[in-house]
């Protein structure tokens, strides 16, 4: 099983806010990865982190910033919220297993901005 | 196109009944990795078995079993006597083996309703 952890796991706030989502794992992972998935549809990467001080953007263009100063920590930011945010965003790692990686999630945070 | 299929949007089985879940998938590249996740109403995603492209035998886990025909690039998740607990959205996902590309390419998933 694996741990990662992911904080608040609900958040709803107003058009405008500055938030932070928090996403933390126990288990030395150098890769982190942050998803966007709307209700009922297919996950999409946003942001994805090799190691520490590494950060890339994913395939959905997302206005959010990621920061990977620790290897346990990976926080999304989101300057402005607006309501075209409101979503569930999925932290994950992966560790090696043989030739494939096997990505384990956080249990989600799930965002309405109003 | 898609990369990854999943042509069954839901599905409703009856307790302790087997059940196929379908998925097909679209690369080119000749290395690959695919997945299977569970996602319950509480949203977190739930790991439950993989199968590498050049692996000979089917990858089984518990109740849990991927019918991998690489001809036919299906991979479908067999899960044998179903339980209540089960029910859950199901997402098929791949990654291809390029360096660089981390991505899991998830497909649209498949809503099982297990009937008591």
């Known amino acids: 099983e694996a741990d990662i952890y992911q904080t608040p796991r609900y958040l709803v706030i107003g058009t405008g806010k500055k938030i932070t989502l928090e996403c933390s794992q126990t288990m030395g992972h150098d890769k982190m990865y942050w998803y966007q998935q709307d209700p009922g549809m297919e996950l999409h990467l946003i942001h994805y982190?090799?190691?520490?001080?590494?950060?890339e953007k994913g395939d959905l263009s997302s206005e959010s910033t990621v920061s990977r100063i620790r290897t346990e920590h990976f926080p999304l930011t989101l300057e402005s919220a607006r309501p075209s945010h409101t979503s569930q965003y999925l932290c994950a790692s992966s560790e090696a297993q043989g030739e494939w990686e096997t990505q384990y999630f956080g249990p989600g945070t799930r965002l309405l901005v109003l | 196109a898609q990369k990854i299929t999943q042509t069954q949007p839901g599905m409703f089985v009856q307790e302790k009944e087997a059940v196929t879940l379908d998925c097909t998938y679209d690369t080119s590249d000749p290395s690959y990795g695919l997945f299977w996740y569970k996602q319950p109403s509480s949203g977190e995603m739930i790991f439950l078995i993989y199968q590498g492209s050049y692996d000979q035998q089917n990858a089984t886990e518990g109740r849990y079993s991927l019918n991998f025909q690489k001809a036919r690039k299906s991979a479908n998740l067999v899960i044998s006597a179903s339980q209540l607990g089960d029910s859950a959205m199901y997402f098929c996902a791949m990654r291809e083996f390029n360096f660089g590309n981390e991505k899991l390419t998830f497909g649209t998933g498949t809503r099982l309703t297990i009937i008591p």
């Open positions: 982190s090799y190691g520490v001080n590494s950060t």
